[in-house]
C-alpha cells in the first residue's frame, strides 16, 4: 500500500448506502430466479410425467398377474 492510501480515512456508511446495495442484490436475484424458473418448471413437470405413466405400467401389470380366472361348467 502506499503512504496515499493510508492516510485517508473511508467514508462512513449510511443507511442509504445499505438500503441502495440490497436493492441491487434483490434485483440481481430476482433476475437469476426467474432465469431458473422455466427450466426448472420444465423439469418438475417431466418428472411428473415420467411417475404417472411409471405408475400406470406398474398398476397395469400387477392387475394382470392378480386377476381371477373363473370358469362356469354345466354338468
Not at 442484490?25 to 423439469?43: G, N
Amino acid at each position: 500500500m502506499s503512504d496515499m492510501d493510508m492516510d485517508m480515512e473511508p467514508e462512513p456508511i449510511d443507511r442509504d448506502d445499505i438500503r441502495a446495495k440490497f436493492e441491487d442484490l434483490k434485483t440481481s436475484l430476482d433476475h437469476t430466479a426467474d432465469a431458473a424458473r422455466a427450466p426448472m418448471l420444465a423439469v418438475g413437470i417431466g418428472t411428473v410425467a415420467v411417475l404417472v405413466v411409471l405408475a400406470f405400467l406398474l398398476g397395469r401389470r400387477r392387475g394382470r398377474a392378480g386377476r381371477t380366472v373363473v370358469e362356469v361348467r354345466r354338468v
